[in-house]
């Protein structure tokens, strides 16, 4: 039994919740509107401020995706009302970042500059040097796109050079040592 499934999402207040034929779920607050559809198998219910979500068969597939879409619901809720937001930190020397327009161009010891396009509904600001950060109403998306700004320059395990989550560890390696 899914103990996350089971669990009721409360509405806040300032949240419209729409249920649509399909199983298509619109979530609109004071942040954005957000529109996903979920399997036809579960049944999602709201009774006042509460949605509920059941579902039809007890395979281990439907109980694993009973949680699954709790949670992305949840999560959408959650997005409309505060947002989602994912720092990243960049280290090394001469690594910088700056935002022009709806590009973000990065320093990271190439020979080129690095343009990353800012995607639609996503918000790149930065905070102080060296820290970046992806904020939007979409989960998903925002970790999308922060990790496709860390894959830009993954951290090198030797001088920790690169671009990394905040709060990421990242295990240090030793250099070569020399033979007497």
Do not use: W
């Not at 999308?144 to 560890?169: F, M, N, Q, T």
Request: glycine share 12%; net charge positive.
């Amino acid at each position: 039994m899914s103990r996350i499934g089971l669990s009721p999402i409360e509405i806040p207040g300032g949240v419209k919740v729409e249920i649509m034929a399909g199983n298509e779920l619109t979530v609109e607050g004071k942040k954005g509107k957000l529109k996903e559809v979920f399997n036809k198998n579960l049944k999602i219910t709201k009774e006042g401020n509460i949605i509920k979500v059941e579902r039809s068969d007890n395979t281990n597939f439907y109980k694993a995706l009973h949680g699954l879409t709790r949670n992305l619901i949840n999560n959408m809720i959650i997005g409309v009302t505060e947002g989602f937001q994912k720092k990243l930190e960049i280290s090394g020397v001469g690594f910088k970042a700056q935002i022009t327009g709806k590009k973000v161009t990065f320093q990271l010891g190439f020979s080129h500059p690095v343009i990353f396009d800012i995607p639609e509904g996503i918000e790149i600001k930065l905070e102080e040097q060296g820290v970046v950060v992806v904020s939007g109403i979409d989960k998903q998306k925002v970790g999308h796109v922060a990790a496709g700004i860390r894959s830009l320059r993954v951290p090198d395990p030797y001088k920790l050079k690169g671009i990394k989550i905040s709060g990421e560890y990242i295990k240090r390696k030793a250099g070569k040592s020399a033979k007497k």
